[in-house]
Antibody
Framework: EVYLVQSGAEVRKPGESLNISCKPS????????IAWVRQMPGKGLEWMGI????????RYSPSFQGQVTISVDKSISTAYLQWSSLKASDTAMYYC?????????????WGQGTLVTVSS | DTQMTQSPSSLSASVGDRVAITCRAS??????LNWYQQKPGKAPNLLIY???TLQSGVPSRFSGRGSGTDFTLTIDSLQPEDFATYYC?????????FGQGTKVEIK
């Protein structure tokens, strides 16, 4: 069975950096794109970007380009979402999800989500 | 960006009702429309992909139709476990975009 397991909840102050992780299992890590999706409190889903672990080809939503970095570490089959300087407006639940056959596709399965809280 | 507009934003229905949720794209997205269900505190779950293909394991009371700009998710005989928020998502072009969601509540 395919699973994506995300790292635990984080609390940070504005201006701090943060990495959250997503570790898939049950399939070959380098063969499928992994997307990141934001859900702000009480709001809908927003596609942030997507990466192909095989060659680190990455596409960002214009809304998130320059605001976050998506990366992978193939040696430990893990994908990351990174911030260099958090803002209060980054407070949200973040999901990773596997994309089926290419980056223009549906997402299944999803990780359980990582709640990021940014507050002074 | 391709804008996705769902209607209604929320609805109240009873167990056993037939429910339809529509999703309209701001441009022709052919068949590249997917539907998800999200329950409170949980990650979204794929229901239907490419407009009408039921994901494995999803009950047959869920169905999808449409192409181009207009799509519909139908739930036949609503069950207690179907009360949730439903999102459409286009996978025709980047940035991939979601509808704003439709919350299905118990009447």
């Amino acid at each position: 069975e395919v699973y994506l397991v995300q790292s635990g909840a984080e609390v940070r102050k504005p201006g701090e950096s943060l990495n959250i992780s997503c570790k898939p299992s049950g399939y070959t890590f380098t063969s499928y794109w992994i997307a990141w999706v934001r859900q702000m409190p009480g709001k809908g889903l927003e596609w942030m970007g997507i990466i192909y672990p095989g060659d680190s080809d990455t596409r960002y939503s214009p809304s998130f380009q320059g605001q976050v970095t998506i990366s992978v570490d193939k040696s430990i089959s893990t994908a990351y979402l990174q911030w260099s300087s958090l803002k209060a407006s980054d407070t949200a639940m973040y999901y990773c999800a596997r994309s089926r056959d290419g980056y223009l596709n549906w997402f299944d399965p999803w990780g359980q989500g990582t709640l990021v809280t940014v507050s002074s | 960006d391709t804008q996705m507009t769902q209607s209604p934003s929320s609805l109240s229905a009873s167990v056993g009702d037939r429910v339809a949720i529509t999703c309209r794209a701001s441009q022709n997205i052919r068949k590249f429309l997917n539907w998800y269900q999200q329950k409170p505190g949980k990650a979204p779950n794929l229901l239907i992909y490419e407009a009408s293909t039921l994901q494995s394991g999803v009950p047959s009371r869920f169905s999808g139709r449409g192409s181009g700009t207009d799509f519909t998710l139908t739930i036949d005989s609503l069950q207690p476990e179907d009360f949730a928020t439903y999102y459409c998502q286009q996978s025709y072009n980047t940035p991939l975009t979601f509808g704003q969601g439709t919350k299905v509540e118990i009447k």
